[in-house]
């Protein structure tokens, strides 16, 4: 084991072909697990560090949305961070962040994904053993949180959303949830976008509107639960597709709008599709640089919310879990993996997501 040598699929430097780098891998230390990866979710953040919009230190491994199972336990580890007991050969999901519990964010106001430290691990040396999951095997570092997934729920239920799933969870804590009866418009059909979509459909929302494309996706989104879709490929313009969302709700507008688009236009667009009262949560955003013009009239006279949400936290993570375990035979989540790709062909992967071609694509090492 001292000697096993692992592959990861490394992004050396914006807008350059993913290499295949082989590195040993040790021995779990104390608190620490080693995972041999299963499949890691490809996500559109992914694509974001390749194209070079969020700022990296160096060489990193890519991919935060793992699943693996446990190939060996350091000393001390005889549970998830759930207290459930794990063993060799469990499956378990991680988050490939650990907060510092040391900053103002972490200790006063508690609130974990501004965490000042947390990203260390994510933008970890690539020479050095990865908890990230483009990678045969990866290592997760003591306090990192991880979590058993139940025997009776399949891998793809899971990882069809990645990281979307928990931070939607997190989302509709800010927000306040959607109140059974309620309408809703989901800005995109992206793993955010269809999870916004299955969770508003759990909520009891009686109009679920999502505005997107391609038509494969808002395929999967009339399968999660949305009662319309808007198609921008064929109703390219805002003033056309706000008429329609006003068409669709009786001219009132909706009480509720997700921003999961990841594209800056977007919030402008979502600020007026809004009725009286409304709620806007923004979730998509996160590394989607860039400003665009509203009107502030809107929110000021329709007396709305605007809210952000970034990331998410260990008990989110848990919850999706909940989510899929609870919700896979309900909902066609595990048929949004449409396609698996070898570790090699990692950049393959990612050309994919950027050109949409996918509802939700998987590494499989």
């Not at 990203?119 to 990192?144: I, K, T, V």
């Not at 992206?190 to 109009?207: C, D, E």
């Not at 396609?339 to 994919?352: G, I, M, T, V, W």
Request: hydrophobic share 40%; aromatic share 6%; glycine share 10%.
């Amino acid at each position: 084991m001292s000697n096993l040598m692992s592959k990861r699929a490394v992004l050396v430097a914006p807008e350059q072909p993913i290499e295949i780098w082989e590195r040993p891998i040790s021995l779990p230390q104390a608190g620490e697990v080693l995972v041999k990866v299963i499949m890691g979710g490809v996500c559109g953040t992914d694509v974001h560090f390749w194209r070079g919009e969020v700022p990296l230190p160096g060489p990193l491994v890519l991919g935060h949305e793992g699943i693996g199972t446990i190939n060996a336990l350091g000393e001390g580890v005889t549970t998830d961070h759930a207290g459930v007991p794990v063993k060799t050969g469990d499956r378990v999901y991680w988050m490939p962040l650990r907060p510092c519990h040391s900053c103002y964010y972490c200790t006063v106001e508690e609130d974990f994904t501004l965490c000042e430290n947390g990203m260390a691990d994510l933008f970890r040396d690539a020479n050095l053993p990865p908890s990230a999951c483009y990678s045969e095997y990866s290592s997760l570092h003591a306090g990192m949180p991880f979590y058993r997934i139940p025997d009776d729920t399949p891998s793809e239920a899971v990882i069809a959303f990645g990281c979307a799933m928990p931070t939607m969870l997190q989302a509709m804590e800010r927000l306040g949830g959607v109140k059974v009866g309620q309408t809703v418009v989901v800005q995109g059909c992206g793993p955010v976008g269809l999870a916004a979509t299955l969770l508003a459909k759990a909520a009891g929302a009686a109009q679920i509107i999502v505005i997107g494309a391609p038509e494969q996706r808002l395929a999967m989104a009339r399968r999660l639960g949305a009662t319309d879709t808007i198609d921008m490929q064929v109703m390219p313009s805002a003033e056309d597709r706000l008429q329609r969302v006003h068409d669709l709700t009786g001219g009132e507008g909706v009480e509720v709008v997700i921003e999961a688009a990841g594209a800056v236009d977007a919030f402008g667009e979502g600020v007026q599709l809004l009725a009286k009262n409304g709620r806007y949560v923004v979730v998509g955003l996160w590394s989607a640089p860039g400003t665009v013009a509203i009107e502030p009239r809107y929110i000021n006279n329709k007396n709305l919310q605007i809210i952000g949400s970034a990331l998410y936290s260990s008990s989110h993570l848990y919850g999706a879990i909940r989510v899929a375990q609870q919700y896979h035979e309900t909902f066609p989540m595990a048929d949004a993996v449409t396609h698996r790709f070898s570790l090699e062909d990692s950049q393959k992967a990612l050309d994919a997501v950027a050109r949409l071609e996918t509802v939700k694509a998987v590494i499989v090492p």
